[in-house]
C-alpha cells in the first residue's frame, strides 16, 4: 500500500466497525421490540377473553339470582 | 401517493416487500465495490495507495448529505401534512446519517494526513460537515427530549428544516471560500474528473450505501412502529385498568 497502509486500512476498518455495530444494533432493536409487541398483542385478546368470561359469569349469576329468589 | 403511505400498516407492507431486494443489492452492489476498490482500480498517479481511501470517504459524503435532506423532506412532509409514518421515517434516518457522517469525517482525517501533512483544518468544507454531525446529534437528542413523543417530532423537525441550510453550505463551501478541500470532481457541468476506472468503484460503493441506507431506514423504522404500538397498547391498558378499578 505505499508506506500508507495504516491510514488505508484504519479508514476502511472504522467504517466496517461503525455500520456493522449500526446494523447490528438496529436488527436486534427491531426484533426486541417486535417480539414485545407479538407478545402484548398475544396477551390482549386473553385478556379480553377473560374479560368477557367474567362478564358472562356475572350476567349468568344475576339472571340467576331472581330465580334463586322465586323459589 | 405520499398520502397512502401515510397508513402504517400500508407502508409496511410496502417495506416488507422492498426490504430483501435492498437487501440483495446492498451485498451485491458493495461487494462489487470492494472489489474494483481493492482488485480492479489502479493507484493514483500523485496520491498513490492512499486513493483507495476515496471510494469509503466520498460516498459516505455523500450519504451523509443524502441522510439529511431525506430527514429535511420527511420532517416538512410530517410538519405539513401530519403524516405519522413520515416523521418515524426522519428519526429512522438520522442515527444512519450521522454514523456516515462520522465516517467521513475520521476518514477524510485519515486521508488528509499523509496528503495534506495534518489531521485537520478549519476550512469551510470540513466545519460545515463537522455542524451536520453535530445537527444529526441535535437532531436525535431533541426527539428524544420529551415525555410527549409528539412534541419531540414536531421540535427536531423544525431543527432539522432550519439544519437543511447547511446543506448548500457544504457542497459550495469549495467554491464560496478558499480550502485546503478540494473542489467537485464528479458532480461538475463538464465531464467528471476523475477516470472510469476510478470512477465504478465509486459510484457502486455509492450505490451500495444507498441501498444499505434503505434497508436500514426500513428496519429502524419497523422497531419505531412497534415501539409505538407497545406504547399506545401499554397506556391502553392503563387506562382499561384505571377504569376498571375506578368502577
Known sequence: MGGHGGFIWSSWGIALVVLTVLVVTSIKSMRARERELARMEAEAPRRRRRRDTQADTATASEKATPAEGNQ | ?247
Open chain 2, 1 to 247: 401517493m405520499l398520502h397512502r403511505f401515510a397508513n402504517p400498516t400500508r407502508f409496511l407492507r410496502l417495506a416488507n416487500a422492498v426490504l430483501p431486494w435492498a437487501t440483495g443489492l446492498t451485498i451485491l452492489l458493495i461487494g462489487a465495490g470492494l472489489y474494483f476498490a481493492f482488485g480492479a482500480s489502479p493507484a493514483d498517479y500523485q496520491q498513490g495507495e492512499t486513493v483507495r481511501i476515496m471510494y469509503i470517504h466520498v460516498p459516505s459524503a455523500w450519504m451523509a448529505m443524502f441522510a439529511y435532506a431525506f430527514i429535511a423532506v420527511a420532517s416538512a412532509v410530517g410538519l405539513i401534512w401530519k403524516h405519522p409514518v413520515a416523521h418515524v421515517c426522519a428519526l429512522a434516518a438520522a442515527p444512519i446519517g450521522a454514523c456516515f457522517t462520522l465516517i467521513c469525517l475520521t476518514t477524510g482525517s485519515l486521508w488528509g494526513k499523509p496528503m495534506w501533512g495534518t489531521w485537520w483544518v478549519w476550512d469551510a468544507r470540513l466545519t460545515s460537515v463537522l455542524v451536520l454531525f453535530f445537527l444529526y446529534l441535535g437532531f436525535i437528542a431533541l426527539a428524544n427530549a420529551f415525555d410527549d413523543a409528539a412534541r419531540g417530532e414536531k421540535a427536531s423537525a423544525i431543527l432539522a428544516l432550519i439544519g437543511a441550510v447547511n446543506l448548500p453550505i457544504i457542497k459550495f463551501s469549495v467554491d464560496w471560500w478558499n480550502t485546503l478541500h478540494q473542489p467537485a470532481s464528479i458532480s461538475r457541468i463538464d465531464m467528471p474528473a476523475v477516470h472510469t476506472s476510478m470512477l465504478i468503484p465509486l459510484l457502486l460503493m455509492a450505490v451500495g450505501f444507498t441501498m444499505l441506507f434503505t434497508v436500514l431506514v426500513i428496519i429502524r423504522a419497523r422497531a419505531e412502529l412497534a415501539d409505538r404500538r407497545i406504547n399506545a397498547l401499554r397506556s391502553a391498558r392503563i387506562h382499561a385498568e384505571t377504569a376498571h378499578s375506578g368502577a
